[in-house]
């Protein structure tokens, strides 16, 4: 795939400036262009703004402030993107406006330049056809504030290429976005559920039914979300809730139309007044009014075909923030209760119809299946996706069983040759769902634990024993389960943006996929210790070092990269030559003797007394039982069989699960630090 090296953004404003802020940030040179060098200095300084409070909340350093701003150049020259990779165009909503620069940018772009458009009001098709290029042409809608906030939409119409769409993509993973395709519609995706929402806040208001606090304090309770719908208006501006409404009244109907009470709000130039005490006794029912129009118009969008479920509910996770989607809240409440909410707003609006989408998943009487686990065959090349990016990728039992699915799938497909495992967005796999652990522990279900780890090193072996070559593309962030997964696999290739680690001991429990006696296989069991024991991440560079990792490749280089990899074939996984001499010292810091003192409490004995001392204080924050049982089980499985060696790891699950230690670490996790007792 051709490389990605410069893009360009049309428009200096807060959203352009935004989108250019996070290119330069994940490594790109961008170009920053509008009409005034005046304005092309506004935005460098927004930029520069919100840099400077990065660096106060200490996400940023002053160094990494400056490599940020050096990739990104501001100009009034158009002609400085001619050469781009991609070009974004991010203007006000004028569609006149939006229309002559495209025209400008087909003379001027190169032939090899994709043109994107990052409207939220207007169909993508419009600004396509005014181009020479509509094969190369797409929609970018990203969502404010765009150097934060991680979800796109891409948006390809009737005439956008496959090549196109596929770089698009790539644009948007390497510069850490989340990406949901959606058809060209109204509204896409998310804005066709979030506009109503705030719409229907005013016509809450409107009627009488509530004030404007207790109408806020609904919606926070309905989404579980930081503000409602009158202080996002405040924030994100009304005339562009007026602006949206009214575009999707025009081509969807009344409902979607301002109510008249918005169109008021902005004719006054002022904010809402949101202060005051919600009344108690108002909130069950606008909670209904709400989740009557947002599920309703969210089935209606998929039954349109113009996005999944599973992409309506990343975006309203990832874009809106909420807490859990339209159909996971669907699932949450009951189809039943879910169907009288939305009969509710078809018998208030004459307009709205009952999705055939949700009368259909009534009839069944079953709640919504998801799909976070896709297949899709090219070439005699099977690639399995786990698309759960809203949570990291991580495994719980409908990933695993879906993920095992899939596999067999690829393995009886007689055109497959080889099966590829790849993450979604930023991670590979991030470890399994602590949340699944801890509802299981606390419903004294510890077997289900056991049974769930039980299918999942089934599945690993089927993939380490294929006939078929297996390979994991390591691109972010695998933790725990998910270095376990790429572990099991027969190749392993990695973007330099890779990174694998197995945290497990640091929130009470141990690795328990068989990463082991895997990591033990490449490295040594005195090595898989250090890195079990302390959780320190195993640098890409390093796992090439140690055989794990096969080949390394920028993002745009992987398939090249795999191509390589299959015409080599599979690998001979675990023989490798002496542990190369760099790793020695980390291996003797795990001594059988060092471990010991480790457990003991006492620095190990080691030639780099700050090496000693650093991996003391590590180990000594991690759960003391857990270290105890990664040390007995690493020292059992040397000389057995993999088989053998997931028996000796399964037979010790229930121990580690019915811990103190356990429930604490993995309750407190991403909240606090861990306090361990080693009961």
Not at 325 to 348: C, H, L, R, S, W
Request: hydrophobic content about 40%; aromatic content about 8%; overall charge negative.
């Amino acid at each position: 795939m051709t490389q990605i090296s410069k893009i360009g953004v049309i428009g200096a404003g807060n959203m352009g400036s935004g989108i250019a802020q996070k290119i330069a940030q994940e490594g790109i040179n961008v170009v920053m262009v509008d009409v005034k060098e005046e304005f092309v200095e506004r935005g460098l300084g927004i930029i520069k703004n919100t840099l400077r409070q990065g660096v106060e909340r200490r996400i940023f350093k002053p160094e990494q402030v400056d490599e940020i701003l050096s990739r990104i150049t501001g100009t009034a020259d158009l002609k400085s993107i001619a050469d781009a990779d991609l070009v974004i165009e991010a203007v006000f909503e004028d569609k006149q406006v939006k229309s002559d620069l495209f025209k400008k940018l087909d003379g001027i772009c190169a032939e090899k330049t994709i043109l994107a458009t990052n409207t939220s009001s207007f169909y993508v098709r419009e600004f396509g056809e005014q181009t020479s290029r509509p094969d190369r042409f797409i929609g970018l809608h990203y969502f404010y504030h765009p150097a934060k906030n991680r979800l796109v939409e891409v948006i390809p119409y009737e005439k956008t290429s496959k090549e196109t769409l596929a770089k698009s993509l790539l644009a948007a993973k390497l510069h850490g976005k989340t990406a949901i395709v959606v058809k060209d519609a109204p509204g896409f995706a998310v804005n066709r559920f979030f506009v109503p929402f705030l719409n229907e806040a005013v016509r809450i208001f409107e009627e009488g039914l509530a004030d404007i606090p207790t109408i806020e304090e609904a919606a926070k309770r309905a989404f579980k979300i930081g503000m409602g719908p009158f202080e996002l208006m405040n924030v994100t501006g009304i005339p562009i809730a007026v602006h949206s409404a009214t575009t999707l009244g025009n081509e969807l109907g009344s409902f979607y139309a301002p109510c008249q009470e918005l169109i008021a709000q902005n004719e006054k130039r002022e904010n809402w007044n949101i202060e005051g005490k919600a009344d108690e006794a108002k909130i069950k029912t606008v909670i209904d009014r709400f989740y009557g129009v947002c599920f309703g118009v969210a089935a209606a969008l998929v039954d349109e075909g113009v996005a999944s479920i599973e992409d309506t509910d990343r975006g309203a996770k990832i874009g809106l923030r909420w807490i859990m989607g339209p159909f996971e809240i669907m699932n949450k409440i009951g189809i039943d209760k879910t169907y009288d909410a939305v009969q509710a707003i078809v018998q208030k609006y004459d307009d709205f119809k009952m999705p055939g989408l949700l009368a259909r998943q009534k009839a069944l009487g079953q709640p919504f299946d998801f799909n976070f686990v896709d297949l899709d065959v090219r070439d005699g090349i099977a690639y399995i996706t786990i698309n759960r990016p809203e949570a990291m990728n991580s495994l719980n039992e409908t990933v695993v069983s879906q993920l095992g699915a899939r596999f067999t799938e690829a393995e009886n497909n007689p055109d497959v040759k080889t099966i590829i495992f790849q993450g979604a967005g930023k991670a590979f796999v991030a470890g399994a769902d602590i949340r699944y652990f801890v509802n299981k522990i606390k419903e004294s279900k510890i077997a289900d634990i056991v049974e769930f780890t039980r299918k999942g090193h089934e599945l690993f072996l089927r993939i380490e024993n294929s006939e078929k070559l297996t390979i994991a593309i390591l691109d972010g962030l695998s933790l725990g389960g998910g270095s376990e997964l790429a572990l099991a696999c027969q190749a392993i290739v990695a973007t330099p943006a890779a990174s694998m680690a197995f945290p497990e001991t640091g929130i009470g429990i141990y690795p328990g996929l068989g990463g082991m006696v895997r990591l033990a296989r490449h490295a040594g069991s005195e090595l898989a210790k250090y890195y079990v024991f302390t959780g320190a991440p195993i640098r890409i560079e390093d796992a090439q070092a140690l055989g794990i990792v096969t080949r390394v490749a920028q993002p745009t280089d992987i398939e090249t990269a795999v191509r390589d990899q299959i015409l080599e074939g599979k690998p001979d996984k675990y023989s490798h030559p002496e542990l190369p001499d760099k790793f020695k010292s980390l291996a003797h810091i795990c001594s059988q003797e060092n471990v010991e003192r480790l457990l003991a409490g006492k620095s190990p004995e080691h030639e780099d007394e700050a090496l000693a001392g650093k991996t003391l204080k590590t180990v000594s924050s991690k759960a003391p039982l857990a270290l105890k049982l990664v040390n007995e089980i690493i020292d059992q499985q040397v000389g057995k069989s993999i088989e053998a060696a997931v028996e000796i790891e399964l037979w010790r699950l229930e121990k580690i699960f019915s811990s103190a230690d356990a429930l604490e670490g993995l309750s407190s996790f991403g909240r606090r630090r861990p306090q361990f007792k080693g009961a």
